[in-house]
């Protein structure tokens, strides 16, 4: 069977699920970003900002890639940069727009409870691929 190359074959053959997120969060960005340039303003600033968030976390996870730190060390460090990145976007969505009262204690809420199942599942996943082995 021959090697099948380029864009368009990368896109066919790839994880299915990942492509809807890809092609969903390009969409609602063009969206917005359609609606920023023609309106000045959209009801889903937010997901702008949430994408930012979750962009910022993602490449967060290149601490992982420390082999000399001990993983309870990692984790520690990643937790501590997801909380510094939820603190800094609510302090700078804070100088645009009006935050609710607890916006800074709800998001440190948030952290602590998506944080520790991240954390599970990681440490379930080696468990298992370990003794797939």
């Known amino acids: 069977m021959s090697e099948k190359k380029g864009l368009l074959s990368e ?15 390009f969409a609602t960005i063009l969206d917005i970003i359609i609606s920023l340039i023609s309106n000045g303003s959209t009801s889903h600033e937010h997901l702008l900002s949430r994408l930012i968030i979750v962009a910022l976390s993602v490449l967060s ?9 001990s993983m309870t060390i990692v984790f520690l460090l990643h937790f501590l940069v997801c909380v510094g ?23 440190i ?8 199942i991240f954390v599970i599942g990681i440490v379930i996943g080696n468990m298992l691929s370990k003794k797939r082995k």
Not at 90 to 107: M, Q, R, S, V
Not at 109 to 116: E, G, T
């Open 11 to 25: 896109i066919i053959y790839r994880n299915k699920i990942q492509l809807i997120c890809e092609a969903f969060t």
């Open 109 to 116: 809420r948030s952290v602590f409870i998506v944080y520790p």
């Open 85 to 107: 990145i939820m603190l800094i976007s609510t302090w700078f969505n804070g100088l645009f727009l009006e935050l609710h009262p607890n916006a800074y204690w709800d998001g």
């Open 61 to 69: 996870l290149e601490v992982f890639k420390v082999k000399k730190l």
